[in-house]
């Protein structure tokens, strides 16, 4: 009995595990967080209030802390950002129930301050681009990185309409290459592939290159609400450093010194 005991925990986190392994999408794009990038982060910002704040709250952030690391002042954040009459050395605390919402949804909406350390800001990078239209779902939305997610696609107007459908894909050779014509020379042959995101043309207020750049801000967001302080614990590994190379280089000379008469 304590054997199985104790195969039953060593299984469970390797379940858990299996059961959280990324799925693999092939419109999914690398993303590079960058802190120092203020308008990135105060368009992060800006979007996350207006479409995000309603469901997911940031618990363990203040609005002061967020409007000074980004370079906005109090009075604009609060007229502009804070919707929800809070003030400004407040936590960003959202007023949706979870027990309700677990029975709207599915699944409550998690608290996305820890998210970006929780997952990879790649992963929700994808995960905010891979929304399309399933009627098949309580909500019209499925996601490519998510399959049945009970979140629904609040982003619809931004991106615009993206259904799966069929489209044309340069074919591959063996090797990796694309495959060309051989008798249309610079011709690309292409095939049909199924089941990928196609998107409407002008049906959205945004283009998907500038959805996506939309997208981009609103992770540097949740990647800077993960760990406010990684620009500036960056700055303090530096200057710890040098510090002790020329804490090094005296210590050296001393102990030169201190030997010298012992030789
Ligand atoms: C209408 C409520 C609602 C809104 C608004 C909303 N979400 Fe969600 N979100 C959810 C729910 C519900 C879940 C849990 C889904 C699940 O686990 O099936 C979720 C899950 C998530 C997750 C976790 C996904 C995972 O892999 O576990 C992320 C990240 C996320 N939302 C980001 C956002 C962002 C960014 C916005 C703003 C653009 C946003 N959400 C707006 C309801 C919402």
């Given at each position: ?32 967080g960058d802190l120092t990038d203020k308008p990135s982060l105060q368009n992060g910002m800006r979007l ?22 980004l ?142 750049a939309a997208?981009y801000d609103l992770t540097n967001f949740?990647y800077y ?39």
């Amino acid at each position: 009995m304590r054997k199985l005991l104790l195969a039953c925990l060593l299984i469970a986190p390797g379940l858990v595990w299996g059961a959280s392994a990324p799925v693999e999408w092939e419109g999914a794009k690398p993303f590079d967080g960058d802190l120092t990038d203020k308008p990135s982060l105060q368009n992060g910002m800006r979007l996350y209030m207006n479409y995000c704040m309603g469901c997911h709250g940031l618990q363990f952030q203040r609005y002061e802390r967020t409007a000074d690391d980004l370079g906005i002042p109090h009075e604009i954040a609060l007229e502009k950002l804070v919707f929800s009459g809070q003030k400004i050395g407040e936590l960003m605390t959202t007023a949706m129930d979870p027990v309700a919402a677990k029975d709207w949804f599915g699944a409550a909406p998690p608290d996305l301050t820890l998210i970006a350390r929780l997952k990879d800001p790649e992963y929700i990078y994808n995960y905010l681009r891979a929304f399309y239209a399933d009627e098949t779902r309580p909500f019209g939305a499925n996601n490519k990185m998510y399959p049945n997610v009970g979140m629904p696609n609040v982003l619809l107007e931004l991106q615009g309409n993206v259904t799966e459908g069929c489209i044309q894909v340069p074919k591959m050779a063996e090797n990796g290459g694309e495959m060309r014509d051989p008798l249309i020379p610079g011709k690309a042959i292409t095939e049909e592939q199924c089941g990928r995101l196609v998107h409407e043309e002008g049906s959205g207020v945004y283009t998907p290159e500038e959805f996506d750049a939309a997208m981009y801000d609103l992770t540097n967001f949740l990647y800077y609400v993960g760990e406010p302080s990684r620009l500036e614990r960056h700055r303090i590994g530096i200057y710890s450093l040098l510090f002790l190379i020329i804490l090094g280089c005296f210590t050296y000379l001393l102990n030169r010194e201190y030997w010298k008469d012992v030789h």
